[in-house]
């Protein structure tokens, strides 16, 4: 058993997962799946609503004094030290047309006393890919397949056309977009997967570079903690660290600046 200092947040981060899987997997491919738009005009299940509820109801009986930032239900972390940010399905669209890419996202942030901000626990759970990716500081990260569990790490690919690359589409990239587009005509093998897995395949090591231009906090968070805990790096576009950043990169190390600056030619 870990005697890391998170282990008992780890070990939550775990029983939340299990509680949305139950959920998310049983409303999976319904015929009667409840799909409206929000506000910023994207789609939400009550799959969506149902397991940010549950883990929020979770999160009430064992962390009642921890801060609390959702997707679907908004936050409240005003002058909180430790806030867990949750998505509860992570690929919605995914998820509402029956393809199996999609995942619940739980994350520990810590405040430090300077103000600054650190993922200390992710989970990224994908019960439809039967995976489960998570990590927590100082311990590394780990992939569980049909129960086996792998610690993973990233490539060491270090020139962009030795590199394989993830994302979702070209929306978001606005001024960026012509030299993203020379990124992927550079690039060995260049692939549209998108949202979480994407970043889990560069902790896993399969993928060396996943770029999407427009996230939220709550879409990074988790990713963040396991691609570095894997040896990677996780900035935004502009290559600030940390899933604060509105935009998401994880790369390994050796490829990390020469992307950046590609990026931002």
Same mark, same amino acid.
């Given at each position: 058993?870990?005697?890391?200092?998170?282990?008992?947040?780890?070990?939550?981060?775990?029983?939340?997962?299990?509680?949305?899987?139950?959920?998310?997997?049983?409303?999976? #491919?319904?015929?009667?799946?409840?799909?409206?738009?929000?506000?910023?005009?994207?789609?939400?299940?009550?799959?969506?609503?149902?397991?940010?509820?549950?883990?929020?109801?979770?999160?009430?009986?064992?962390?009642?004094?921890?801060?609390?930032?959702?997707?679907? @239900?908004?936050?409240?972390?005003?002058?909180? #030290?430790?806030?867990?940010?949750?998505?509860?399905?992570?690929?919605?669209?995914?998820?509402?047309?029956?393809?199996?890419?999609?995942?619940?996202?739980?994350?520990?942030?810590?405040?430090?006393?300077?103000?600054?901000?650190?993922?200390?626990?992710?989970?990224?759970?994908?019960?439809?890919?039967?995976?489960?990716?998570?990590?927590?500081?100082?311990?590394?990260?780990?992939?569980? @397949?049909?129960?086996?569990?792998?610690?993973?790490?990233?490539?060491?690919?270090?020139?962009?056309?030795?590199?394989?690359?993830?994302?979702?589409? @070209?929306?978001?990239?606005?001024?960026?977009?012509?030299?993203?587009?020379?990124?992927? #005509?550079?690039?060995?093998?260049?692939?549209?997967?998108?949202?979480?897995?994407?970043?889990?395949?560069?902790?896993?090591?399969?993928?060396?570079?996943?770029?999407?231009?427009?996230?939220?906090?709550?879409?990074?968070?988790?990713?963040?903690?396991?691609?570095?805990?894997?040896?990677?790096? @996780?900035?935004?576009?502009?290559?600030?660290?940390?899933?604060?950043?509105?935009?998401?990169?994880?790369?390994?190390?050796?490829?990390?600046?020469?992307?950046?600056?590609?990026?931002?030619?």
């Amino acid at each position: 058993m870990s005697t890391s200092k998170y282990a008992d947040d780890l070990a939550l981060a775990h029983l939340l997962a299990d509680i949305a899987d139950s959920i998310s997997l049983d409303r999976y #491919q319904s015929l009667d799946l409840v799909i409206t738009t929000k506000p910023d005009n994207t789609p939400v299940t009550d799959a969506d609503r149902a397991v940010e509820t549950a883990i929020r109801q979770g999160l009430a009986t064992h962390r009642p004094a921890d801060g609390l930032l959702g997707e679907e @239900f908004g936050s409240d972390i005003s002058g909180a #030290q430790r806030y867990w940010v949750i998505d509860p399905i992570d690929g919605t669209k995914n998820f509402m047309r029956g393809v199996p890419t999609w995942a619940t996202l739980i994350a520990l942030v810590e405040v430090l006393e300077d103000g600054t901000q650190e993922v200390v626990v992710g989970v990224a759970s994908s019960p439809a890919l039967a995976r489960r990716w998570y990590a927590s500081k100082g311990e590394g990260a780990f992939v569980t @397949f049909n129960n086996q569990r792998k610690k993973i790490s990233v490539s060491q690919v270090s020139s962009i056309n030795d590199a394989s690359v993830g994302y979702s589409d @070209f929306v978001g990239f606005e001024s960026r977009l012509p030299a993203f587009n020379s990124i992927l #005509q550079e690039a060995w093998r260049t692939r549209g997967m998108g949202d979480f897995w994407s970043h889990m395949l560069v902790a896993e090591g399969a993928v060396d570079v996943a770029i999407e231009p427009t996230l939220a906090v709550w879409d990074m968070a988790a990713l963040d903690i396991i691609v570095r805990e894997a040896g990677g790096v @996780f900035t935004n576009t502009s290559g600030e660290h940390g899933p604060f950043g509105g935009s998401g990169v994880s790369t390994n190390k050796a490829i990390h600046e020469k992307l950046i600056r590609a990026l931002n030619s």
